[in-house]
């Protein structure tokens, strides 16, 4: 588990108390057995790659917050996982006595994160490429990285989940940039690439 520190003090920034029983059933969702990527594992690898990137959010408590709850509902055969968890988000930001503009924001932060979505705001940027910094990984944790993916949906026949994740990667390869902020761009960008071609070779 995330040191619940981290938690208070993202909270205590937004002007709140962090709640302990929420702290626990996040992250028990984060644990939950039908998960091999979408774990604490990613979560902390999202934190350390938003310490990299913190001063060119504009709101940073918010984009923290975001990425606390954005893979907080994630049910492998629904398609409204992102939706479910902003408005967790939205319904615990009132519920901490924060103005509801704040709520508003991380909702919007979070449903950024679908993959067909397009960041419109400098702090849906940084959170998104914060979420895909797993494709700039060093080799050997990208291949582990697709191994939990494929794990997770190791009810899906082989032919069809690589048709499907196929799709995925090429449209991210078909971007003019994966990455949207210049420190990411700069930094990973590349290998992101480099990464995703070698990935796509394996699925072909």
């Not at 981290?6 to 205590?12: A, D, E, G």
């Not at 998104?128 to 190791?154: C, H, M, N, S, T």
Request: charge should be negative; hydrophobic fraction near 40%.
């Amino acid at each position: 588990m995330i040191a619940i520190a981290h938690w208070q003090k993202t909270w205590q920034q937004l002007g709140a108390e962090g709640n302990v029983e929420l702290y626990e059933l996040i992250c028990a969702r984060y644990a939950e057995p039908h998960r091999r990527y979408h774990t604490l594992q990613h979560l902390n690898e999202c934190f350390n790659h938003f310490e990299q990137i913190r001063e060119q959010a504009t709101h940073p408590p918010e984009v923290e917050l975001a990425i606390w709850f954005h893979d907080a509902i994630y049910e492998l055969a629904s398609k409204d996982n992102e939706q479910k968890s902003a408005e967790w988000v939205r319904t615990s930001v009132i519920a901490h006595g924060l103005p509801e503009a704040i709520g508003d924001r991380v909702y919007s932060l979070i449903m950024a994160t679908k993959h067909d979505a397009i960041p419109t705001s400098r702090d849906a940027e940084v959170l998104v490429d914060v979420d895909l910094g797993i494709l700039a990984a060093e080799p050997e944790r990208f291949d582990e990285y697709e191994q939990q993916v494929r794990a997770e949906y190791k009810w899906v026949p082989e032919l069809i989940y690589r048709r499907e994740r196929g799709k995925i990667l090429k449209g991210l390869m078909g971007r003019s940039q994966i990455y949207s902020t210049p420190l990411f761009q700069d930094r990973y960008e590349a290998k992101a690439r480099q990464n995703l071609i070698r990935s796509l070779t394996k699925l072909t």
